[in-house]
């Protein structure tokens, strides 16, 4: 257990539909970052935050947009959805600002499947 | 885009046997680290390894990282039916620092 917490393990919804994936990191981490695992294109880094701030942004796509909240939890939400946005979708967190000597721990993912 | 490009892509052995797994990158690196994932799990982080370190043990487990060749190899020692999963080598770029970016993996199988 990374102690990277990920809700809900799995979602299924149609295409156009919106959703939230949400994320509690490592007690103590102020950095999460959001992946996108896809057959076709592996994982795919898409937004860190730290601290509640934006630091990097990744091949995320403007449907898609991220925050992390007061308590540094993560949500990652996605809108619009097309089929092609079924994909394994990973949040990792670590102590420091970037991954710059830094172990980053990921959760289980959530796997979303649009219909 | 992927800046790991991990050989063999897939890797069979009988339990016992060492595997052996390869990563090459691209562009100067702050750290690498190794991921393991189960079918359908998440990334279980293996070790990180820093670009002025050469090699580093943990249990089973022994990277090494040549940073002349941009590559780096992950050393699986006598290997149990429980390691079958897929391995990522993932980089720490010194320029973009605030990302790993990963390779697309070797899919490893131990046969009983």
């Known amino acids: 257990d990374s102690g990277v917490t990920q809700t809900p393990k799995h979602l299924i919804t149609a295409t156009g539909q919106r959703v939230t994936l949400r994320c509690s990191p490592r007690?103590?981490?102020?950095?999460v970052y959001w992946y996108q695992q896809s057959l076709d294109q592996g994982l795919q880094f898409l937004i860190q935050?730290?601290?509640?701030?934006?630091?990097a942004k990744g091949n995320i796509l403007e449907r898609f947009s991220a925050q992390q909240f007061p308590d540094l939890h993560s949500e990652l939400n996605l809108s619009s959805l097309e089929l092609g946005d079924s994909a394994l979708y990973f949040c990792a967190s670590s102590s420091g600002q970037g991954v710059s000597g830094n172990t980053i721990y990921f959760g289980e993912g959530s796997w979303l499947t649009v219909v | 885009s992927q800046q790991g490009e991990e050989d063999p892509q897939a890797l069979s052995i009988q339990e016992g046997e060492n595997a052996t797994m390869n990563c090459s990158y691209k562009?100067?690196?702050?750290?690498l680290q190794w991921y393991r994932q189960n079918s359908g799990r998440g990334l279980v982080h293996l070790i990180l390894i820093r670009s002025n370190e050469r090699e580093k043990h943990s249990g089973r487990l022994r990277v090494t990282l040549d940073t002349s060749k941009k590559s780096s190899s992950l050393l699986i020692t006598a290997s149990r039916a429980a390691d079958t999963a897929s391995y990522f080598c993932?980089?720490?770029?010194?320029?973009?620092?605030?990302?790993?970016?990963f390779g697309q993996g070797t899919r490893l199988t131990i046969n009983p």
């Open positions: 993932a980089t720490a770029n010194l320029q973009g620092a605030q990302k790993l970016v």
């Open positions: 562009t100067s690196i702050n750290n």
């Open positions: 935050y730290y601290n509640g701030e934006e630091r």
């Open positions: 007690s103590g981490d102020l950095s």
